[in-house]
């Protein structure tokens, strides 16, 4: 499922996602920032170690990455 949020809805989402993160139902989550000077990052947070690299790996094709 993916989403197409304007800034106030972006916010409100990410509040939420951290309240999950704090709580526990969430485990593991993929960002990818895009920055205003152009420059994106990917990020992969929470989890264990082997969650993160799972999730890592599974992007990396979708990111036209190696």
Same mark, same amino acid.
């Given at each position: 499922?993916?989403?197409?949020?304007?800034?106030?809805?972006?916010?409100?989402? /990410?509040?939420?996602?951290?309240?999950?993160?704090?709580?526990?139902?969430?485990?593991?989550?993929? /960002?990818?920032?895009?920055?205003?000077?152009?420059?994106?990052?990917?990020?992969?947070?929470?989890?264990?170690?082997?969650? @993160?690299?799972?999730?890592?790996?599974? /992007? @990396?094709?979708? /990111?036209?990455?190696?």
């Amino acid at each position: 499922m993916n989403h197409l949020l304007g800034k106030d809805a972006a916010v409100a989402m /990410l509040r939420e996602l951290l309240h999950e993160a704090e709580f526990g139902s969430l485990s593991c989550m993929a /960002l990818r920032i895009f920055r205003s000077d152009g420059v994106a990052e990917d990020f992969v947070v929470g989890g264990t170690a082997q969650q @993160q690299a799972g999730v890592w790996a599974e /992007l @990396q094709p979708e /990111l036209g990455q190696q």
